[in-house]
């Protein structure tokens, strides 16, 4: 089974794949209205040992934290925050799984599924409808204005960085 993770202080997207790459869960944990990382990392804890009683990860893959400044969008504050609160979720996950978690890229992991976007498109939305093209059971809510409820864009690319792990593998 894979396990692949989407992670942020604001949300995480948990994703398992079986062996044979089919969709069995698909969540994200809102961690954003708590201020103090070691609640955050309680509340993944707890999701991550509940998950334990159902399955087991073989593979643990976690999308690679942001290691440059993106125009107006994040800060050297910010990077290195994320970056801290990746190792820290990656340490978790390996704690309770007993399965040392891989980096994939954001790129690599998009590029592995066949995601293609252009400069100026917003990838977020193409993982999306790269998601509802392949897995059926991916289903999510849309809020008052029509966009995708939060957290679904998390899932969605925790499902992707799970295919890309699972591709490697299979490769």
Not at 52 to 72: K, N, S, W
């Amino acid at each position: 089974m894979i396990l692949g993770l989407d992670v942020s202080t604001n949300c995480t997207g948990i994703t398992v794949l079986d062996d044979n790459g089919k969709l069995l869960y698909c969540e994200a944990v809102r961690t954003h209205k708590e201020k103090s990382y070691m609640k955050k990392m309680d509340m993944l804890d707890d999701v991550f040992v509940k998950l334990l009683e159902r399955v087991h990860a073989d593979h643990i893959f976690i999308e690679e934290p942001v290691q440059r400044f993106a125009g107006g969008k994040s800060s050297a504050s910010t990077i290195a925050k994320l970056n801290q609160f990746n190792g820290a979720v990656r340490w978790l996950a390996y704690d309770i799984f007993g399965v040392e978690p891989e980096f994939i890229p954001v790129r690599s992991a998009r590029k592995l599924c066949g995601v293609k976007s252009k400069r100026g498109d917003d990838a977020k939305k193409k993982v999306l409808q790269w998601v509802e093209a392949n897995y059926d059971s991916f289903h999510y809510e849309l809020t008052h204005q029509g966009n995708p409820k939060p957290g679904t864009l998390d899932r969605a690319d925790s499902l992707v960085v799970a295919k890309a792990g699972f591709i490697k593998l299979n490769d």
